[in-house]
Nanobody
Framework: QLQVVESGGDLVQPGGSLRLSCAASGFSLDYYAFAWFRQAPGKEREGVSCITSSGDGKNYADSVKGRFTISKDNAKNMVYLQMNSLKPDDTAVYYC???????????????????WGQGTQVTVSS
């Protein structure tokens, strides 16, 4: 059974850092692109970052560019989102999603992803 499970969400002060983890099971990451999405209260779910199956292609929303870094460890079946210089606007539930595709470019579009985790809460507040 294909499954992705997020962890690492927490309460953090503005300017702080967090690393989110996404553990995949039931499939090999060699053939899957991944993305992180987030959803704040009262807002639509938005794509934060994505990474291709090879790990060579990455894409970031303008709001997180330069602060967030996505990475993928195929051997460990793990995907990460390193978040630095966090702001209150980053407060949201963060979701990991997977799509079976070997493309050289990834997309931060909800409909492109088939497998979703339950989310992990990130709260940035003093």
């Amino acid at each position: 059974q294909l499954q992705v499970v997020e962890s690492g969400g927490d309460l953090v002060q503005p300017g702080g850092s967090l690393r989110l983890s996404c553990a995949a099971s039931g499939f090999s990451l060699d053939y899957y692109a991944f993305a992180w999405f987030r959803q704040a209260p009262g807002k639509e779910r938005e794509g934060v970052s994505c990474i291709t199956s090879s790990g060579d292609g990455k894409n970031y929303a303008d709001s997180v560019k330069g602060r967030f870094t996505i990475s993928k460890d195929n051997a460990k079946n793990m995907v990460y989102l390193q978040m630095n210089s966090l702001k209150p606007d980053d407060t949201a539930v963060y979701y990991c999603a997977a799509a079976r595709t070997g493309g050289s470019v990834c997309y931060r579009t909800l409909d492109d992803y088939d497998y979703w985790g339950q989310g992990t809460q990130v709260t940035v507040s003093s």
